[in-house]
């Protein structure tokens, strides 16, 4: 029975995100392979060689690219917002600057960076209040072109869209973006930070926690480890792909977009002190599970193993009953190691908080230490 309306769940938003293309087809970004695009910090002003060859890159210069560029310092705070210039800037102004949605909890012992699912239209209030209220600060992130860092309705397409050097530059900047959080958080002395991202928020959490010795544990929930195989798979992709099959082939988009797959960077999730948790939907027609297993045999064989949780559920369906129980449960004991029995209950409510429909609550974080 569950499973059934699991499925019910998962095909009317998948409908719905088609429906949604369709819509905004009129302003769809076309197949685009000028690879000079993916390496531009100043889209206006920078030069770089269209030959440039995506498919090739050293470790090294993985770690080059997703370095911050500047110090994490916010350009403002008020109550619970902070404002931060992001490090690569874009033709649109929109974009250059991201808020961060605070909960505060009052204790400067563990704070967790949370990235949300493309094309969302709201953040996770629920979930940031509850862990907030077990001694958790939570910081909500804003992807690039989502929110108020978009200047139209299909602002988001240039996240993830048939450009492929857009595309690259895009999640770079999400993630320096995720750095800068970080950075900031490490600088006002919390004595833990961790990552929590969904669908290809996750991917962003993931490639941040690679790179990032900073961060002590991420949560990497029904996520994409390869954007070229999510585009190939994903109902919800069908459109993209339509655009981008007749100029590569998977083989050449997952060269091409290697540099943001987490598949490319498994050997920083191996490092010394990174805790990790990845939960699957077996019946995910996203981000689909046989995706992830080359990522997680891969550490589980070099001894760096993450506590994996399978649940019977598809994509959006991990924010219904029970899956978002079991989920909640899970990831609560895997952030906070001793969570008492009445907390364990009470996370029957925070995976159902991500897909709400309605906006951020105002918690005022800086009353609590602005020194």
Not at 211 to 231: G, I, R, Y
Request: hydrophobic share 40%; net charge negative.
């Amino acid at each position: 029975m569950f499973q059934q309306l699991a499925r019910r769940h998962d095909c009317k938003h998948i409908q719905k995100s088609l429906d949604r293309q369709e819509r905004l087809a009129h302003n769809r970004i076309d197949f685009n392979h000028d690879t000079s695009a993916a390496f531009a910090v100043n889209e206006l002003a920078d030069q770089y060689s269209p030959d440039f060859d995506l498919t090739c890159w050293s470790i090294n210069e993985g770690e080059q690219f997703y370095s911050p560029i500047f110090l994490p310092e916010p350009l403002e705070v008020t109550g619970n917002s902070v404002l931060f210039q992001s490090d690569i800037t874009t033709s649109m102004i929109e974009n250059n600057t991201f808020e961060c949605v605070v909960t505060g909890s009052g204790s400067k012992e563990h704070a967790i960076v949370v990235f949300h699912h493309w094309y969302a239209r709201n953040r996770y209030p629920k979930f940031a209040k509850f862990f907030a209220s077990k001694g958790i600060t939570v910081v909500e992130a804003t992807l690039p072109y989502h929110f108020g860092r978009g200047s139209s309705d299909s602002a988001e397409d240039n996240f993830l869209s048939a450009d492929i050097g857009r595309t690259v530059r895009a999640m770079r900047q999400a993630v320096v973006d995720g750095r800068k959080i970080v950075g900031w958080l490490h600088e006002l002395g919390f004595a833990k930070i961790s990552v929590v991202g969904m669908c290809i928020g996750g991917t962003v959490a993931g490639l941040i926690a690679a790179q990032d010795e900073k961060v002590d544990k991420a949560v990497l929930m029904v996520t994409p480890m390869s954007p070229a195989d999510l585009v190939w798979t994903a109902e919800t992709m069908k459109p993209l792909r339509e655009r981008i099959e007749p100029n590569m082939s998977l083989e050449e988009l997952r060269a091409a977009w290697s540099i943001i797959s987490l598949n490319m960077h498994t050997f920083g999730l191996t490092r010394r002190g990174l805790e990790k948790m990845v939960i699957l939907g077996e019946e995910d027609t996203i981000a689909r599970p046989e995706r992830s297993e080359w990522m997680i045999k891969f550490l589980q064989e070099t001894g760096h193993s993450p506590e994996l949780l399978r649940l019977g559920c598809g994509h959006s369906s991990i924010g219904v009953f029970p899956y978002n129980l079991v989920a909640a449960w899970k990831v609560l004991h895997f952030l906070k190691e001793w969570p008492t029995w009445q907390e364990l209950w009470d996370a029957r409510l925070l995976i159902g908080g991500i897909d709400l429909t309605e906006g951020p609550r105002k918690y005022r974080f800086f009353d609590h230490w602005r020194s």
